[in-house]
Protein backbone atom coordinates (compact mmCIF):
# COMPACT_ATOMS: atom_id res chain seq x y z
CA UNK A 1 0.00 0.00 0.00
CA UNK A 2 1.48 3.64 -0.50
CA UNK A 3 0.42 6.51 0.96
CA UNK A 4 -2.80 8.90 -0.29
CA UNK A 5 -0.30 11.61 -0.54
CA UNK A 6 1.40 12.03 -3.98
CA UNK A 7 3.44 14.66 -5.28
CA UNK A 8 1.09 16.51 -8.30
CA UNK A 9 0.69 13.56 -11.03
CA UNK A 10 0.05 14.80 -14.53
CA UNK A 11 -3.52 13.68 -15.77
CA UNK A 12 -3.49 10.43 -17.60
CA UNK A 13 -4.74 9.43 -20.84
CA UNK A 14 -7.02 6.73 -21.49
CA UNK A 15 -4.43 4.14 -22.84
CA UNK A 16 -2.55 5.04 -19.57
CA UNK A 17 -5.24 3.56 -17.21
CA UNK A 18 -5.28 0.53 -18.20
CA UNK A 19 -3.05 -1.14 -15.10
CA UNK A 20 0.76 -1.69 -15.98
CA UNK A 21 -0.26 -5.64 -15.92
CA UNK A 22 -2.09 -5.47 -19.28
CA UNK A 23 -5.66 -5.55 -19.66
CA UNK A 24 -6.92 -8.11 -17.40
CA UNK A 25 -9.85 -11.00 -18.90
CA UNK A 26 -13.26 -8.89 -18.81
CA UNK A 27 -15.41 -9.99 -16.23
CA UNK A 28 -19.17 -10.79 -17.69
CA UNK A 29 -21.47 -7.88 -16.15
CA UNK A 30 -24.45 -10.56 -15.56
CA UNK A 31 -22.24 -11.51 -12.41
CA UNK A 32 -22.09 -9.33 -8.95
CA UNK A 33 -19.63 -6.41 -9.49
CA UNK A 34 -18.25 -3.79 -7.63
CA UNK A 35 -16.04 -0.26 -8.54
CA UNK A 36 -14.32 0.28 -5.30
CA UNK A 37 -13.56 4.32 -5.77
CA UNK A 38 -11.26 5.79 -2.42
CA UNK A 39 -9.75 9.12 -1.77
CA UNK A 40 -9.26 12.03 0.69
CA UNK A 41 -11.93 14.71 0.84
CA UNK A 42 -12.48 16.98 -1.95
CA UNK A 43 -11.28 15.24 -4.98
CA UNK A 44 -14.83 15.30 -6.23
CA UNK A 45 -15.37 11.31 -5.41
CA UNK A 46 -18.96 11.67 -4.90
CA UNK A 47 -20.05 13.27 -7.23
CA UNK A 48 -18.42 11.19 -10.25
CA UNK A 49 -19.18 7.83 -8.29
CA UNK A 50 -22.56 8.87 -8.44
CA UNK A 51 -22.47 9.62 -12.42
CA UNK A 52 -20.10 7.17 -12.95
CA UNK A 53 -22.67 4.70 -11.26
CA UNK A 54 -25.67 6.80 -13.59
CA UNK A 55 -23.71 6.31 -16.67
CA UNK A 56 -22.62 2.60 -15.93
CA UNK A 57 -26.30 1.74 -14.84
CA UNK A 58 -25.18 0.35 -11.45
CA UNK A 59 -26.45 1.66 -7.94
CA UNK A 60 -24.32 3.97 -5.93
CA UNK A 61 -22.91 3.67 -1.94
CA UNK A 62 -21.92 6.57 -0.08
CA UNK A 63 -20.17 4.87 3.13
CA UNK A 64 -19.17 8.08 4.21
CA UNK A 65 -22.76 8.61 4.74
CA UNK A 66 -22.84 6.23 7.24
CA UNK A 67 -19.93 7.20 9.13
CA UNK A 68 -21.45 10.81 9.30
CA UNK A 69 -24.87 9.32 10.31
CA UNK A 70 -23.06 7.80 13.44
CA UNK A 71 -21.24 11.36 14.33
CA UNK A 72 -24.84 12.41 14.34
CA UNK A 73 -26.29 9.87 16.49
CA UNK A 74 -23.16 11.04 18.63
CA UNK A 75 -23.84 14.39 18.60
CA UNK A 76 -27.88 14.27 18.99
CA UNK A 77 -27.74 11.55 21.80
CA UNK A 78 -24.84 13.15 23.81
CA UNK A 79 -22.04 10.43 24.28
CA UNK A 80 -18.95 11.02 25.13
CA UNK A 81 -15.58 10.31 23.65
CA UNK A 82 -15.52 7.66 25.96
CA UNK A 83 -18.49 6.13 26.07
CA UNK A 84 -17.71 4.29 22.85
CA UNK A 85 -19.25 0.87 23.62
CA UNK A 86 -22.78 2.46 24.45
CA UNK A 87 -22.46 4.66 21.09
CA UNK A 88 -21.70 1.50 19.47
CA UNK A 89 -25.02 -0.41 20.36
CA UNK A 90 -26.94 2.67 19.95
CA UNK A 91 -25.50 2.69 16.17
CA UNK A 92 -26.20 -0.82 15.88
CA UNK A 93 -29.98 -0.05 17.21
CA UNK A 94 -30.14 2.80 14.56
CA UNK A 95 -30.16 -0.11 11.67
CA UNK A 96 -28.54 2.57 9.84
CA UNK A 97 -29.63 1.89 5.63
CA UNK A 98 -30.51 3.79 2.57
CA UNK A 99 -33.37 4.70 0.28
CA UNK A 100 -32.62 3.28 -3.17
CA UNK A 101 -35.77 4.88 -4.39
CA UNK A 102 -33.98 8.27 -4.04
CA UNK A 103 -31.23 9.40 -6.41
CA UNK A 104 -28.61 9.48 -4.42
CA UNK A 105 -29.95 7.14 -1.75
CA UNK A 106 -30.88 9.19 1.15
CA UNK A 107 -29.89 7.37 4.72
CA UNK A 108 -31.94 6.92 7.86
CA UNK A 109 -31.67 5.93 11.13
CA UNK A 110 -34.44 4.25 13.28
CA UNK A 111 -36.46 4.44 9.69
CA UNK A 112 -35.83 8.09 9.69
CA UNK A 113 -34.35 10.10 7.12
CA UNK A 114 -31.43 11.54 8.59
CA UNK A 115 -30.09 13.03 5.09
CA UNK A 116 -30.57 16.56 6.04
CA UNK A 117 -28.28 16.93 9.76
CA UNK A 118 -24.71 14.32 8.40
CA UNK A 119 -23.41 17.42 6.30
CA UNK A 120 -23.63 20.18 9.08
CA UNK A 121 -20.22 21.69 10.59
CA UNK A 122 -20.96 19.90 13.68
CA UNK A 123 -20.73 16.68 12.37
CA UNK A 124 -18.16 17.14 9.82
CA UNK A 125 -16.08 18.17 13.06
CA UNK A 126 -17.11 15.03 14.88
CA UNK A 127 -16.90 12.27 12.13
CA UNK A 128 -13.38 12.01 12.06
CA UNK A 129 -13.21 11.03 15.52
CA UNK A 130 -16.19 8.43 15.21
CA UNK A 131 -14.40 7.05 12.37
CA UNK A 132 -11.30 5.91 14.62
CA UNK A 133 -13.49 3.36 16.25
CA UNK A 134 -12.61 -0.46 15.28
CA UNK A 135 -15.79 -1.75 16.98
CA UNK A 136 -17.96 0.52 14.98
CA UNK A 137 -15.95 0.12 11.46
CA UNK A 138 -16.10 -3.80 11.68
CA UNK A 139 -20.06 -3.16 11.61
CA UNK A 140 -19.74 -0.36 9.02
CA UNK A 141 -17.71 -3.27 7.33
CA UNK A 142 -20.62 -6.15 7.60
CA UNK A 143 -23.25 -3.24 6.47
CA UNK A 144 -21.31 -2.49 3.55
CA UNK A 145 -20.87 -6.16 2.45
CA UNK A 146 -24.61 -6.99 3.22
CA UNK A 147 -25.82 -4.20 1.03
CA UNK A 148 -23.46 -5.83 -1.67
CA UNK A 149 -24.95 -8.91 -1.23
CA UNK A 150 -28.64 -6.64 -1.87
CA UNK A 151 -27.23 -4.92 -4.67
CA UNK A 152 -24.77 -6.86 -6.53
CA UNK A 153 -24.12 -3.95 -9.20
CA UNK A 154 -22.53 -1.13 -7.40
CA UNK A 155 -20.61 1.15 -6.97
CA UNK A 156 -19.14 2.48 -3.63
CA UNK A 157 -16.75 5.11 -2.17
CA UNK A 158 -15.19 6.05 0.64
CA UNK A 159 -11.27 5.78 2.14
CA UNK A 160 -11.30 1.74 3.09
CA UNK A 161 -13.25 0.56 0.14
CA UNK A 162 -10.86 -1.09 -2.17
CA UNK A 163 -8.29 -2.29 0.57
CA UNK A 164 -10.73 -3.37 3.13
CA UNK A 165 -14.24 -3.96 2.40
CA UNK A 166 -14.10 -4.90 -1.26
CA UNK A 167 -10.33 -5.90 -1.50
CA UNK A 168 -11.65 -8.61 -4.38
CA UNK A 169 -13.12 -5.39 -6.08
CA UNK A 170 -13.30 -5.76 -10.05
CA UNK A 171 -12.77 -2.32 -10.62
CA UNK A 172 -10.43 0.04 -8.15
CA UNK A 173 -9.99 4.17 -8.51
CA UNK A 174 -8.08 6.19 -6.43
CA UNK A 175 -8.82 9.91 -6.53
CA UNK A 176 -6.87 12.33 -5.42
CA UNK A 177 -5.82 15.96 -6.03
CA UNK A 178 -3.63 18.91 -4.87
CA UNK A 179 -4.37 20.27 -1.17
CA UNK A 180 -4.80 23.59 -1.70
CA UNK A 181 -7.37 22.67 -5.28
CA UNK A 182 -9.39 20.41 -2.38
CA UNK A 183 -9.37 23.62 -0.07
CA UNK A 184 -10.17 25.86 -2.76
CA UNK A 185 -13.66 23.11 -3.80
CA UNK A 186 -14.40 22.86 -0.16
CA UNK A 187 -14.90 26.90 -0.04
CA UNK A 188 -16.62 26.50 -3.10
CA UNK A 189 -18.94 23.81 -2.20
CA UNK A 190 -19.63 25.35 0.93
CA UNK A 191 -20.34 28.81 -0.38
CA UNK A 192 -17.91 29.96 2.41
CA UNK A 193 -16.95 34.08 2.20
CA UNK A 194 -12.82 33.91 2.14
CA UNK A 195 -12.81 36.75 4.84
CA UNK A 196 -14.07 34.31 7.22
CA UNK A 197 -12.51 31.17 5.71
CA UNK A 198 -8.95 31.46 4.02
CA UNK A 199 -7.83 29.43 1.88
CA UNK A 200 -5.00 28.76 3.83
CA UNK A 201 -6.92 27.65 7.06
CA UNK A 202 -9.12 25.27 4.61
CA UNK A 203 -5.84 23.58 3.73
CA UNK A 204 -4.72 22.70 7.00
CA UNK A 205 -7.71 21.45 7.85
CA UNK A 206 -7.79 19.47 4.93
CA UNK A 207 -4.51 17.88 5.49
CA UNK A 208 -5.08 17.41 9.17
CA UNK A 209 -8.17 15.61 8.26
CA UNK A 210 -6.42 13.51 5.68
CA UNK A 211 -3.63 12.87 8.31
CA UNK A 212 -6.48 11.29 10.56
CA UNK A 213 -8.20 9.23 8.22
CA UNK A 214 -4.41 7.37 6.84
CA UNK A 215 -2.57 7.51 10.50
CA UNK A 216 -5.76 5.28 11.93
CA UNK A 217 -5.21 1.75 12.95
CA UNK A 218 -7.96 0.36 11.29
CA UNK A 219 -9.10 0.74 7.83
CA UNK A 220 -6.68 3.86 7.33
CA UNK A 221 -6.62 5.54 3.86
CA UNK A 222 -4.63 4.16 1.76
CA UNK A 223 -4.13 3.43 -2.25
CA UNK A 224 -4.13 -0.25 -3.13
CA UNK A 225 -1.32 -1.59 -4.68
CA UNK A 226 -3.78 -2.78 -7.59
CA UNK A 227 -6.02 0.46 -7.82
CA UNK A 228 -5.80 2.99 -10.35
CA UNK A 229 -4.88 6.27 -9.27
CA UNK A 230 -6.45 9.43 -10.91
CA UNK A 231 -5.15 12.80 -9.95
CA UNK A 232 -8.27 15.22 -10.66
CA UNK A 233 -6.56 18.19 -9.64
CA UNK A 234 -6.51 19.58 -13.22
CA UNK A 235 -10.05 17.76 -14.32
CA UNK A 236 -13.63 18.39 -14.07
CA UNK A 237 -15.76 15.95 -13.09
CA UNK A 238 -17.03 14.74 -16.87
CA UNK A 239 -13.46 14.50 -17.97
CA UNK A 240 -12.71 12.26 -14.73
CA UNK A 241 -15.68 10.15 -15.34
CA UNK A 242 -14.60 9.51 -18.88
CA UNK A 243 -12.16 8.12 -17.74
CA UNK A 244 -13.01 6.17 -14.97
CA UNK A 245 -15.97 4.55 -17.43
CA UNK A 246 -13.34 3.61 -20.76
CA UNK A 247 -11.05 2.12 -17.92
CA UNK A 248 -14.55 0.06 -15.95
CA UNK A 249 -15.70 -1.44 -19.45
CA UNK A 250 -12.32 -2.47 -20.73
CA UNK A 251 -12.25 -4.20 -17.41
CA UNK A 252 -16.00 -5.50 -17.61
CA UNK A 253 -17.42 -6.99 -20.43
CA UNK A 254 -21.12 -6.03 -21.71
CA UNK A 255 -21.65 -3.15 -19.85
CA UNK A 256 -23.96 -0.65 -21.23
CA UNK A 257 -23.57 3.04 -20.99
CA UNK A 258 -26.54 5.15 -20.20
CA UNK A 259 -27.37 8.09 -21.86
CA UNK A 260 -27.63 10.73 -18.85
O1 LIG B 1 -16.43 11.22 2.43
P1 LIG B 1 -16.97 11.96 3.66
O2 LIG B 1 -16.35 13.31 3.88
O3 LIG B 1 -18.47 12.03 3.67
O4 LIG B 1 -16.54 11.04 4.90
C1 LIG B 1 -16.86 11.42 6.21
C2 LIG B 1 -15.84 10.84 7.17
O5 LIG B 1 -15.97 9.43 7.26
C3 LIG B 1 -14.38 11.15 6.88
O6 LIG B 1 -13.77 11.57 8.10
C4 LIG B 1 -13.80 9.84 6.47
C5 LIG B 1 -14.72 8.81 7.08
N1 LIG B 1 -14.91 7.65 6.23
C6 LIG B 1 -14.21 6.52 6.56
O7 LIG B 1 -13.42 6.54 7.51
N2 LIG B 1 -14.38 5.39 5.84
C7 LIG B 1 -15.23 5.37 4.80
N3 LIG B 1 -15.41 4.25 4.10
C8 LIG B 1 -15.95 6.54 4.45
C9 LIG B 1 -15.75 7.68 5.18
Redesign the pocket.
Known amino acids: MSTPTSPAVKPLAVEELITPQGIPTPVPSNRPIIITI ?1 GP ?1 GTG ?2 TVARTLAARLGLDFL ?7 AAAAIMIDKEYKEDQIGELVSEVIGADLHFDWSQDPPTILAWDTPIDHRIRSHEV ?1 DA ?2 F ?2 TLSEL ?1 QH ?1 VRK ?1 RIIFAQHPHLVT ?5 GSV ?1 FPDAAVKFYLDADPEIRARRRIDQLGLDPETMSLETMCKRIVE ?1 DR ?2 SS ?1 DD ?1 P ?1 VCPDDAIRVDTSALGIEAVVDLMAKHTMALVADLPEHDL
Do not use: C
Open positions: DAKSDTGAMYRTVSVARMQEGRDQVRIDRGL
